[in-house]
Protein backbone atom coordinates (compact mmCIF):
# COMPACT_ATOMS: atom_id res chain seq x y z
CA UNK A 1 0.00 0.00 0.00
CA UNK A 2 1.11 3.24 -0.75
CA UNK A 3 -0.16 6.30 1.57
CA UNK A 4 -0.25 10.15 0.68
CA UNK A 5 -2.03 11.28 3.47
CA UNK A 6 -3.35 14.24 4.71
CA UNK A 7 -2.03 16.80 2.52
CA UNK A 8 1.26 15.67 2.99
CA UNK A 9 4.15 15.33 0.06
CA UNK A 10 5.92 12.39 2.23
CA UNK A 11 8.78 12.45 0.03
CA UNK A 12 9.32 16.28 0.42
CA UNK A 13 11.02 18.28 3.61
CA UNK A 14 8.26 21.24 4.69
CA UNK A 15 11.21 24.27 4.67
CA UNK A 16 9.83 27.90 5.54
CA UNK A 17 6.23 26.40 4.65
CA UNK A 18 7.24 24.72 1.49
CA UNK A 19 7.16 21.51 0.45
CA UNK A 20 11.04 21.13 -0.81
CA UNK A 21 12.33 17.96 -2.37
CA UNK A 22 15.71 17.12 -0.40
CA UNK A 23 18.71 18.83 -2.57
CA UNK A 24 20.30 15.42 -2.93
CA UNK A 25 17.11 14.30 -4.60
CA UNK A 26 17.49 10.68 -2.79
CA UNK A 27 14.51 8.92 -0.45
CA UNK A 28 14.12 6.27 1.51
CA UNK A 29 11.33 3.54 1.80
CA UNK A 30 9.08 3.69 4.61
CA UNK A 31 7.75 0.13 6.11
CA UNK A 32 4.25 -0.77 8.20
CA UNK A 33 5.85 -3.02 10.52
CA UNK A 34 2.36 -4.85 11.17
CA UNK A 35 2.98 -7.25 7.48
CA UNK A 36 6.03 -5.41 6.19
CA UNK A 37 4.53 -3.46 3.45
CA UNK A 38 6.15 -0.52 1.66
CA UNK A 39 4.06 2.55 3.20
CA UNK A 40 5.60 5.54 0.45
CA UNK A 41 9.16 6.67 0.41
CA UNK A 42 10.18 9.31 2.67
CA UNK A 43 12.92 12.43 1.72
CA UNK A 44 16.42 12.23 2.37
CA UNK A 45 17.71 14.84 3.81
CA UNK A 46 20.63 15.85 4.04
CA UNK A 47 23.45 18.44 5.40
CA UNK A 48 21.90 21.09 2.67
CA UNK A 49 18.59 20.31 3.62
CA UNK A 50 19.34 20.56 7.33
CA UNK A 51 20.78 24.57 6.33
CA UNK A 52 18.23 25.91 4.47
CA UNK A 53 15.46 24.75 7.41
CA UNK A 54 17.84 26.26 9.39
CA UNK A 55 18.07 29.78 7.82
CA UNK A 56 14.18 29.78 7.25
CA UNK A 57 13.88 28.81 11.13
CA UNK A 58 16.19 32.05 11.03
CA UNK A 59 14.42 33.93 8.68
CA UNK A 60 10.90 33.52 11.47
CA UNK A 61 12.53 34.63 13.92
CA UNK A 62 13.25 38.06 12.24
CA UNK A 63 10.06 38.31 10.91
CA UNK A 64 6.52 37.64 12.34
CA UNK A 65 7.17 34.50 14.37
CA UNK A 66 9.81 36.58 16.47
CA UNK A 67 7.39 39.61 16.63
CA UNK A 68 4.58 37.38 17.97
CA UNK A 69 3.98 38.65 21.67
CA UNK A 70 3.45 35.75 24.07
CA UNK A 71 -0.44 35.83 24.31
CA UNK A 72 -0.12 35.16 20.65
CA UNK A 73 1.84 32.33 20.47
CA UNK A 74 -0.05 30.73 22.99
CA UNK A 75 -2.82 31.51 20.64
CA UNK A 76 -1.81 29.79 17.74
CA UNK A 77 -0.56 26.86 19.94
CA UNK A 78 -4.07 26.39 21.59
CA UNK A 79 -5.47 26.14 17.96
CA UNK A 80 -3.41 24.18 16.92
CA UNK A 81 -4.62 21.43 19.61
CA UNK A 82 -7.83 22.15 18.34
CA UNK A 83 -7.18 21.35 15.22
CA UNK A 84 -5.06 18.34 16.40
CA UNK A 85 -8.11 17.11 17.62
CA UNK A 86 -9.69 17.77 14.35
CA UNK A 87 -7.61 15.46 12.57
CA UNK A 88 -7.55 12.82 15.20
CA UNK A 89 -8.66 9.92 13.33
CA UNK A 90 -6.29 10.48 10.34
CA UNK A 91 -3.55 11.25 12.76
CA UNK A 92 -4.01 7.48 14.68
CA UNK A 93 -4.25 5.86 11.40
CA UNK A 94 -1.22 7.49 10.34
CA UNK A 95 1.29 6.71 13.58
CA UNK A 96 -0.60 3.15 13.95
CA UNK A 97 0.04 2.45 10.51
CA UNK A 98 3.68 3.64 10.63
CA UNK A 99 4.81 2.64 14.06
CA UNK A 100 2.68 -0.46 14.42
CA UNK A 101 1.29 0.38 17.74
CA UNK A 102 -2.67 -0.36 18.49
CA UNK A 103 -4.88 2.05 17.52
CA UNK A 104 -5.74 3.09 20.39
CA UNK A 105 -2.30 3.70 21.73
CA UNK A 106 -2.38 5.99 19.02
CA UNK A 107 -5.30 7.73 19.59
CA UNK A 108 -4.18 8.47 22.97
CA UNK A 109 -1.32 9.59 21.51
CA UNK A 110 -2.77 12.03 19.74
CA UNK A 111 -4.56 13.31 22.56
CA UNK A 112 -1.43 13.82 24.02
CA UNK A 113 0.11 15.54 21.25
CA UNK A 114 -3.10 17.91 21.29
CA UNK A 115 -3.15 18.06 25.13
CA UNK A 116 0.75 19.40 25.16
CA UNK A 117 -0.48 22.28 22.32
CA UNK A 118 -3.49 23.60 24.68
CA UNK A 119 -0.75 23.18 28.05
CA UNK A 120 2.18 24.99 26.29
CA UNK A 121 -0.71 27.12 24.97
CA UNK A 122 -1.62 28.35 28.34
CA UNK A 123 1.63 29.02 29.36
CA UNK A 124 3.31 30.65 27.02
CA UNK A 125 2.69 34.42 28.29
CA UNK A 126 2.67 33.07 32.09
CA UNK A 127 6.52 32.28 32.50
CA UNK A 128 8.26 35.71 33.03
CA UNK A 129 12.07 37.26 34.63
CA UNK A 130 12.03 39.10 38.22
CA UNK A 131 13.31 41.98 39.72
CA UNK A 132 16.24 41.75 42.17
CA UNK A 133 16.97 43.90 44.95
CA UNK A 134 20.51 45.04 44.35
CA UNK A 135 22.74 48.31 44.96
CA UNK A 136 21.75 51.71 45.58
CA UNK A 137 21.11 53.76 42.56
CA UNK A 138 20.49 50.12 40.35
CA UNK A 139 17.27 48.62 39.24
CA UNK A 140 17.87 45.13 38.17
CA UNK A 141 15.70 42.67 36.29
CA UNK A 142 15.77 39.09 34.33
CA UNK A 143 14.12 38.33 30.92
CA UNK A 144 13.38 35.52 29.53
CA UNK A 145 14.22 34.84 26.24
CA UNK A 146 13.83 31.69 23.35
CA UNK A 147 17.33 30.57 22.62
CA UNK A 148 16.57 31.18 19.00
CA UNK A 149 16.89 28.21 16.86
CA UNK A 150 16.04 24.53 18.45
CA UNK A 151 16.64 21.47 17.08
CA UNK A 152 14.53 18.67 17.81
CA UNK A 153 16.53 15.18 17.32
CA UNK A 154 13.52 12.33 17.67
CA UNK A 155 12.85 8.88 18.03
CA UNK A 156 9.84 6.69 16.19
CA UNK A 157 8.47 5.21 19.44
CA UNK A 158 6.33 7.85 20.41
CA UNK A 159 6.60 10.32 17.57
CA UNK A 160 3.35 12.95 18.66
CA UNK A 161 3.95 13.00 22.30
CA UNK A 162 7.64 13.93 21.93
CA UNK A 163 7.08 16.15 18.98
CA UNK A 164 4.24 17.67 22.13
CA UNK A 165 6.59 18.38 24.70
CA UNK A 166 9.55 19.51 22.71
CA UNK A 167 8.43 21.24 20.26
CA UNK A 168 5.42 22.65 21.99
CA UNK A 169 7.73 24.01 24.84
CA UNK A 170 10.57 25.37 22.00
CA UNK A 171 7.11 27.12 20.43
CA UNK A 172 5.55 28.65 23.46
CA UNK A 173 9.00 30.02 24.12
CA UNK A 174 9.41 31.81 20.86
CA UNK A 175 11.91 29.60 19.47
CA UNK A 176 11.74 28.42 15.70
CA UNK A 177 11.97 24.49 15.09
CA UNK A 178 14.07 22.35 13.28
CA UNK A 179 12.78 18.66 13.87
CA UNK A 180 14.30 15.58 12.37
CA UNK A 181 11.98 13.03 13.13
CA UNK A 182 13.07 9.19 12.96
CA UNK A 183 13.70 7.48 9.67
CA UNK A 184 11.46 4.43 11.05
CA UNK A 185 8.56 6.53 11.26
CA UNK A 186 7.52 10.02 10.32
CA UNK A 187 4.34 10.58 8.45
CA UNK A 188 2.59 12.49 11.89
CA UNK A 189 5.33 15.13 12.22
CA UNK A 190 5.06 15.88 8.98
CA UNK A 191 1.30 15.74 9.09
CA UNK A 192 1.49 17.86 12.26
CA UNK A 193 3.74 20.36 11.03
CA UNK A 194 1.40 20.51 8.15
CA UNK A 195 -1.61 21.09 10.68
CA UNK A 196 0.41 23.64 12.36
CA UNK A 197 1.00 25.79 9.84
CA UNK A 198 -2.97 25.69 8.81
CA UNK A 199 -3.76 26.72 11.86
CA UNK A 200 -1.59 29.99 12.12
CA UNK A 201 1.67 29.27 12.90
CA UNK A 202 4.31 31.21 10.76
CA UNK A 203 6.11 30.26 8.03
CA UNK A 204 9.50 28.93 9.05
CA UNK A 205 8.63 28.37 13.38
CA UNK A 206 8.76 24.46 12.54
CA UNK A 207 11.02 22.99 9.89
CA UNK A 208 10.93 19.20 9.19
CA UNK A 209 13.70 17.53 7.65
CA UNK A 210 13.21 13.46 7.37
CA UNK A 211 16.07 11.68 6.73
CA UNK A 212 19.18 9.27 8.80
CA UNK A 213 20.79 10.16 11.96
CA UNK A 214 23.84 10.14 10.13
CA UNK A 215 23.08 12.39 7.55
CA UNK A 216 20.29 14.46 8.65
CA UNK A 217 20.04 14.12 12.36
CA UNK A 218 24.12 14.77 12.64
CA UNK A 219 24.25 17.86 10.23
CA UNK A 220 21.57 19.58 12.62
CA UNK A 221 23.51 18.40 16.23
CA UNK A 222 26.66 20.12 14.47
CA UNK A 223 24.95 22.99 13.22
CA UNK A 224 26.66 26.75 14.07
CA UNK A 225 23.01 28.12 12.95
CA UNK A 226 21.39 25.88 15.94
CA UNK A 227 21.08 27.02 19.63
CA UNK A 228 20.00 24.03 21.54
CA UNK A 229 19.01 20.22 21.01
CA UNK A 230 16.52 17.98 22.17
CA UNK A 231 17.02 14.33 21.80
CA UNK A 232 15.26 11.22 22.78
CA UNK A 233 16.80 8.29 21.70
CA UNK A 234 19.62 5.54 22.21
CA UNK A 235 22.50 6.53 24.78
CA UNK A 236 25.07 6.05 22.38
CA UNK A 237 23.82 8.46 19.49
CA UNK A 238 23.17 10.89 22.90
CA UNK A 239 27.07 10.68 23.36
CA UNK A 240 27.65 11.68 19.59
CA UNK A 241 24.86 14.35 20.08
CA UNK A 242 26.56 15.42 23.45
CA UNK A 243 29.76 15.65 21.78
CA UNK A 244 28.80 17.33 18.26
CA UNK A 245 26.57 19.63 20.00
CA UNK A 246 29.92 20.58 22.47
CA UNK A 247 32.04 21.34 19.99
CA UNK A 248 29.64 24.57 19.54
CA UNK A 249 28.69 24.64 22.96
CA UNK A 250 25.57 24.60 22.19
CA UNK A 251 23.29 23.03 25.61
CA UNK A 252 21.41 20.08 24.84
CA UNK A 253 18.67 17.66 26.59
CA UNK A 254 18.98 14.46 26.30
CA UNK A 255 15.84 12.08 27.35
CA UNK A 256 17.76 8.19 26.75
CA UNK A 257 15.40 6.02 27.66
CA UNK A 258 15.68 3.36 31.34
CA UNK A 259 15.37 0.40 33.06
CA UNK A 260 12.77 1.53 35.44
CA UNK A 261 11.74 -0.98 38.18
CA UNK A 262 8.42 -1.19 40.24
CA UNK A 263 9.01 -2.09 43.78
CA UNK A 264 5.83 -3.87 45.39
CA UNK A 265 6.38 -4.47 49.01
CA UNK A 266 4.50 -7.37 50.96
CA UNK A 267 1.88 -4.41 52.17
CA UNK A 268 0.95 -3.32 48.70
CA UNK A 269 -2.59 -3.44 47.42
CA UNK A 270 -1.74 -6.71 44.86
CA UNK A 271 -4.88 -6.41 42.58
CA UNK A 272 -4.91 -2.31 42.22
CA UNK A 273 -0.82 -3.01 41.18
CA UNK A 274 -1.52 -5.71 38.85
CA UNK A 275 -3.04 -3.62 35.64
CA UNK A 276 0.09 -1.09 36.12
CA UNK A 277 3.08 -3.75 36.59
CA UNK A 278 2.06 -5.39 32.99
CA UNK A 279 1.21 -2.33 31.02
CA UNK A 280 4.31 -0.77 31.72
CA UNK A 281 5.98 -3.46 30.28
CA UNK A 282 3.57 -4.06 27.31
CA UNK A 283 2.68 -0.70 26.35
CA UNK A 284 3.44 0.10 22.62
CA UNK A 285 5.25 -3.03 22.63
CA UNK A 286 7.46 -2.27 25.18
CA UNK A 287 9.13 0.40 23.41
CA UNK A 288 9.09 2.92 25.69
CA UNK A 289 11.69 5.18 27.39
CA UNK A 290 9.83 5.04 30.49
CA UNK A 291 8.91 1.28 30.34
CA UNK A 292 9.02 -0.34 33.25
CA UNK A 293 11.05 -3.39 32.71
CA UNK A 294 12.23 -4.56 35.88
CA UNK A 295 9.65 -5.92 38.85
CA UNK A 296 11.01 -5.93 42.23
CA UNK A 297 8.72 -7.46 44.36
CA UNK A 298 9.58 -8.34 48.34
CA UNK A 299 9.48 -12.55 49.19
CA UNK A 300 5.77 -12.37 51.41
CA UNK A 301 4.08 -11.54 47.88
CA UNK A 302 6.75 -12.73 45.22
CA UNK A 303 4.59 -16.61 44.15
CA UNK A 304 1.49 -14.67 43.99
CA UNK A 305 2.62 -11.69 41.81
CA UNK A 306 4.08 -13.91 40.01
CA UNK A 307 1.40 -16.45 39.06
CA UNK A 308 -0.86 -13.32 38.79
CA UNK A 309 1.22 -11.31 36.21
CA UNK A 310 1.85 -14.96 34.30
CA UNK A 311 -1.58 -15.18 33.65
CA UNK A 312 -2.21 -12.15 32.39
CA UNK A 313 0.90 -12.64 29.94
CA UNK A 314 -0.63 -15.64 29.27
CA UNK A 315 -3.74 -14.03 27.95
CA UNK A 316 -1.89 -11.13 25.81
CA UNK A 317 -2.17 -10.93 22.11
CA UNK A 318 0.00 -9.33 19.29
CA UNK A 319 -1.26 -8.67 16.10
CA UNK A 320 -1.58 -6.15 13.38
CA UNK A 321 -1.93 -2.29 14.85
CA UNK A 322 -5.19 -1.29 13.09
CA UNK A 323 -6.60 -4.48 14.38
CA UNK A 324 -6.21 -3.02 18.06
CA UNK A 325 -5.02 -6.26 20.12
CA UNK A 326 -2.42 -5.46 23.00
CA UNK A 327 0.42 -5.33 21.47
CA UNK A 328 1.47 -4.10 17.80
CA UNK A 329 5.02 -5.48 16.34
CA UNK A 330 7.83 -3.93 16.84
CA UNK A 331 8.72 -0.70 14.82
CA UNK A 332 10.61 -3.16 12.46
CA UNK A 333 12.58 -5.87 11.41
CA UNK A 334 15.97 -4.21 12.92
CA UNK A 335 14.17 -3.51 16.46
CA UNK A 336 12.42 -7.15 16.23
CA UNK A 337 16.38 -8.76 15.74
CA UNK A 338 17.86 -6.75 18.98
CA UNK A 339 14.79 -8.26 21.20
CA UNK A 340 14.93 -11.17 19.83
CA UNK A 341 19.19 -11.33 21.00
CA UNK A 342 17.91 -10.00 24.28
CA UNK A 343 15.28 -13.01 24.41
CA UNK A 344 18.06 -15.55 23.30
CA UNK A 345 20.54 -13.90 26.14
CA UNK A 346 17.15 -15.28 28.69
CA UNK A 347 17.83 -18.92 27.26
CA UNK A 348 18.98 -20.04 31.66
CA UNK A 349 16.41 -17.92 32.76
CA UNK A 350 13.46 -19.01 34.42
CA UNK A 351 10.33 -17.96 31.92
CA UNK A 352 7.19 -18.02 33.82
CA UNK A 353 4.71 -16.93 30.95
CA UNK A 354 4.65 -15.55 27.41
CA UNK A 355 1.61 -13.83 25.58
CA UNK A 356 0.83 -14.80 21.60
CA UNK A 357 1.10 -13.97 18.45
CA UNK A 358 -2.18 -14.24 16.78
CA UNK A 359 -2.36 -17.05 14.09
CA UNK A 360 -3.99 -14.01 12.17
CA UNK A 361 -0.76 -11.88 12.30
CA UNK A 362 1.10 -11.62 8.97
CA UNK A 363 4.58 -13.93 8.88
CA UNK A 364 5.75 -10.86 7.27
CA UNK A 365 5.01 -8.74 10.75
CA UNK A 366 7.71 -7.76 13.11
CA UNK A 367 6.17 -9.14 15.84
CA UNK A 368 7.78 -10.80 18.89
CA UNK A 369 5.78 -12.74 22.05
CA UNK A 370 5.87 -10.63 25.14
CA UNK A 371 7.88 -12.49 27.55
CA UNK A 372 8.11 -12.41 31.14
CA UNK A 373 10.78 -14.06 32.91
CA UNK A 374 11.17 -14.73 37.18
CA UNK A 375 13.87 -14.89 39.52
CA UNK A 376 16.48 -13.26 37.47
CA UNK A 377 19.47 -12.17 39.24
CA UNK A 378 19.94 -8.38 39.66
CA UNK A 379 23.06 -8.09 37.70
CA UNK A 380 21.79 -10.38 34.69
CA UNK A 381 22.08 -8.82 31.12
CA UNK A 382 18.16 -8.78 31.12
CA UNK A 383 17.77 -6.92 34.69
CA UNK A 384 20.36 -4.39 33.69
CA UNK A 385 20.04 -3.32 29.39
CA UNK A 386 17.15 -1.64 28.06
CA UNK A 387 15.61 -4.33 25.78
CA UNK A 388 12.87 -2.11 24.36
CA UNK A 389 10.92 -4.57 23.93
CA UNK A 390 7.69 -6.67 25.60
CA UNK A 391 10.24 -8.35 28.35
CA UNK A 392 9.88 -8.18 31.85
CA UNK A 393 12.02 -9.58 34.55
CA UNK A 394 11.02 -10.16 37.77
CA UNK A 395 13.27 -10.06 40.79
CA UNK A 396 12.33 -11.05 44.52
CA UNK A 397 13.52 -8.82 47.29
CA UNK A 398 14.00 -9.63 51.38
CA UNK A 399 13.98 -5.35 52.82
CA UNK A 400 13.50 -1.96 51.92
CA UNK A 401 17.51 -1.70 52.03
CA UNK A 402 17.68 -4.10 49.59
CA UNK A 403 14.68 -3.25 46.99
CA UNK A 404 16.93 0.24 47.11
CA UNK A 405 20.44 -1.84 46.52
CA UNK A 406 18.81 -3.19 43.88
CA UNK A 407 16.39 -0.53 42.36
CA UNK A 408 19.17 1.67 41.82
CA UNK A 409 21.88 -0.71 40.48
CA UNK A 410 21.69 -0.19 36.60
CA UNK A 411 23.65 3.12 35.22
CA UNK A 412 19.50 4.72 34.16
CA UNK A 413 17.73 6.79 36.65
CA UNK A 414 14.46 7.47 34.51
CA UNK A 415 11.17 6.36 36.73
CA UNK A 416 10.30 4.33 39.51
CA UNK A 417 7.52 3.18 41.45
CA UNK A 418 6.78 1.77 44.99
CA UNK A 419 3.62 0.08 45.80
CA UNK A 420 3.13 -0.01 49.31
CA UNK A 421 0.15 1.11 51.92
CA UNK A 422 2.92 2.67 54.29
CA UNK A 423 3.23 6.02 53.86
CA UNK A 424 6.61 6.62 55.86
CA UNK A 425 7.70 4.04 53.31
CA UNK A 426 6.89 5.53 50.76
CA UNK A 427 8.68 8.66 51.17
CA UNK A 428 11.41 7.29 52.17
CA UNK A 429 11.89 5.22 48.77
CA UNK A 430 10.34 8.51 46.83
CA UNK A 431 13.69 10.30 48.24
CA UNK A 432 15.75 7.09 47.49
CA UNK A 433 14.92 6.03 44.25
CA UNK A 434 17.27 7.31 41.18
CA UNK A 435 14.76 8.32 38.91
CA UNK A 436 13.30 11.59 37.43
CA UNK A 437 9.92 10.45 37.98
CA UNK A 438 8.75 8.43 41.18
CA UNK A 439 4.93 7.10 41.54
CA UNK A 440 3.66 5.89 44.77
CA UNK A 441 0.61 3.11 44.03
CA UNK A 442 0.80 3.60 40.28
CA UNK A 443 3.19 4.01 37.22
CA UNK A 444 3.19 6.46 34.83
CA UNK A 445 0.25 9.08 36.48
CA UNK A 446 -1.05 8.53 32.32
CA UNK A 447 1.05 10.48 30.85
CA UNK A 448 0.69 13.63 32.44
CA UNK A 449 1.72 16.48 30.37
CA UNK A 450 1.88 18.73 33.09
CA UNK A 451 4.62 16.55 35.20
CA UNK A 452 8.44 17.35 34.36
CA UNK A 453 10.31 14.30 33.14
CA UNK A 454 14.07 13.17 32.61
CA UNK A 455 16.44 11.02 33.56
CA UNK A 456 19.78 11.31 35.77
CA UNK A 457 22.85 9.03 34.89
CA UNK A 458 22.54 7.21 31.27
CA UNK A 459 19.08 8.29 31.33
CA UNK A 460 19.73 11.52 29.89
CA UNK A 461 19.68 14.95 31.58
CA UNK A 462 17.83 17.94 31.01
CA UNK A 463 14.23 18.49 32.01
CA UNK A 464 10.66 18.14 29.18
CA UNK A 465 7.31 18.19 30.06
CA UNK A 466 5.82 20.51 32.57
CA UNK A 467 5.73 24.01 32.90
CA UNK A 468 10.18 22.95 33.70
CA UNK A 469 10.23 22.55 30.38
CA UNK A 470 9.94 26.21 29.35
CA UNK A 471 12.42 27.46 31.38
CA UNK A 472 15.06 24.63 29.25
CA UNK A 473 14.00 25.96 26.35
CA UNK A 474 14.62 29.53 27.01
CA UNK A 475 17.35 31.61 28.97
CA UNK A 476 17.95 34.18 31.46
CA UNK A 477 19.07 38.06 30.51
CA UNK A 478 19.58 39.63 33.21
CA UNK A 479 19.46 43.50 32.95
CA UNK A 480 21.30 45.90 35.43
CA UNK A 481 19.78 49.38 34.96
CA UNK A 482 22.30 52.34 37.01
CA UNK A 483 19.55 55.27 37.27
CA UNK A 484 21.18 56.85 40.78
P1 LIG B 1 18.58 6.07 17.62
O1 LIG B 1 19.11 6.73 18.84
O2 LIG B 1 19.55 5.66 16.57
O3 LIG B 1 17.48 7.03 16.90
C1 LIG B 1 16.83 8.12 17.48
C2 LIG B 1 16.95 9.35 16.56
O4 LIG B 1 18.33 9.73 16.47
C3 LIG B 1 16.49 9.12 15.13
O5 LIG B 1 15.85 10.28 14.65
C4 LIG B 1 17.79 8.90 14.39
O6 LIG B 1 17.70 9.22 13.02
C5 LIG B 1 18.70 9.87 15.12
N1 LIG B 1 20.13 9.60 14.97
C6 LIG B 1 20.73 8.38 14.82
N2 LIG B 1 22.06 8.53 14.69
C7 LIG B 1 22.31 9.86 14.77
C8 LIG B 1 23.50 10.66 14.71
N3 LIG B 1 24.70 10.10 14.53
N4 LIG B 1 23.40 12.00 14.85
C9 LIG B 1 22.19 12.56 15.03
N5 LIG B 1 21.03 11.88 15.07
C10 LIG B 1 21.09 10.54 14.95
O7 LIG B 1 17.74 4.83 18.10
P2 LIG B 1 17.39 3.52 17.25
O8 LIG B 1 18.61 3.05 16.55
O9 LIG B 1 16.24 3.81 16.40
O10 LIG B 1 16.97 2.48 18.40
C11 LIG B 1 17.97 1.68 19.03
C12 LIG B 1 17.76 1.61 20.52
O11 LIG B 1 17.77 2.90 21.08
C13 LIG B 1 16.41 1.03 20.95
O12 LIG B 1 16.45 -0.37 20.98
C14 LIG B 1 16.27 1.62 22.33
O13 LIG B 1 17.00 0.88 23.28
C15 LIG B 1 16.89 2.99 22.20
N6 LIG B 1 15.87 4.02 21.96
C16 LIG B 1 15.39 4.74 23.02
C17 LIG B 1 14.37 5.65 22.84
C18 LIG B 1 13.79 6.43 23.98
O14 LIG B 1 12.63 6.76 23.95
N7 LIG B 1 14.59 6.80 24.96
C19 LIG B 1 13.74 5.86 21.54
C20 LIG B 1 14.34 5.09 20.48
C21 LIG B 1 15.35 4.21 20.70
MG1 LIG C 1 19.89 4.24 14.99
Redesign the pocket.
Known amino acids: MTVRPMNIDPDKCLIGGAWIAPTGGQTLPLTNPSDGSRLCQIARGQGADIDAAVAAAEAALNGPWGQATAAERGRILAKIGRAVQDHADELARLEAMDVGKPLKQARADVMALARYMEFYGGAADKVHGATIPYLDGYTVYTLREPHGVTGH??????PMQ?IGRSVGAALAMGNACVL?????ACLTALAFARIAQQAGLPDGALNVVP????E???A??SHTGVHHIS????????K??QQ?AGANVVPVTL????KSPQVVFDDADIDAALPFLVNAGIQNAG???SASSRILVQRGVYDQVVAAMADRYGALRAGPALEDHDLGPL?SA??KE??SAFLAQGAGLHCVAQGQVTAEAPQTGAYVQPTLFADVPPDHVLAQD????PVQVLIPFDDEAEAIRIANSTPFGLVASCWSANGARQMRMARALRAGQVFLNNYGAGGGVELPFGGSGLS?HGREKGFEALYGFSTVKTVAAFHG
Open positions: IIPWNYIKPAEEGLGAAGALAFTGSVGVGLIQELGGQTCVRQIVEIFGG
